[in-house]
């Protein structure tokens, strides 16, 4: 069952294209502050290692509404993974551009930080 607030269409596109990443780099794009923490945190992983866990952990993704003020016009969801990476969880949130096509699809991190979970 669908969760509240949750789109099956989109969360589907979203996981397919995850497994595109793993193959094709240019999929997943980072924001600067996500980047950073990972070489500052996590210097043994790179995008490539963390795009593949996010795949490996497609199934456990979390599609929220978006309802933060400054986002919520930009994107309708964010999703988000807690991975564990080096014995410590990871949260990572990402955002998806769903667009026409799955060739038109980008996934952006946009925050990775220790999980509170």
Excluded at 8 to 17: A, F, G, I, W
Excluded at 66 to 75: F, S
């Amino acid at each position: 069952m669908t969760p509240p607030g949750s789109d099956d269409r989109e969360l589907d596109r979203y996981k397919s294209l995850l497994e595109e990443a793993v193959t094709f780099t240019n999929i997943v794009q980072w924001k600067r502050v996500a980047s950073e923490w990972l070489r500052e945190n996590l210097s043994n992983h790179t995008h490539k290692s963390i795009i593949e866990l996010m795949y490996e952990h497609r199934d456990q993704v979390r599609q929220k509404q978006e309802t933060r003020p400054h986002w919520k016009d930009l994107h309708k969801y964010h999703f988000d993974f807690v991975i564990p990476v080096k014995g410590i969880s990871v949260f990572i949130e990402t955002v998806f551009d769903d667009g026409a096509t799955i060739d038109d699809c980008i996934i952006t991190v946009v925050s990775m930080h220790p999980s509170s979970q």
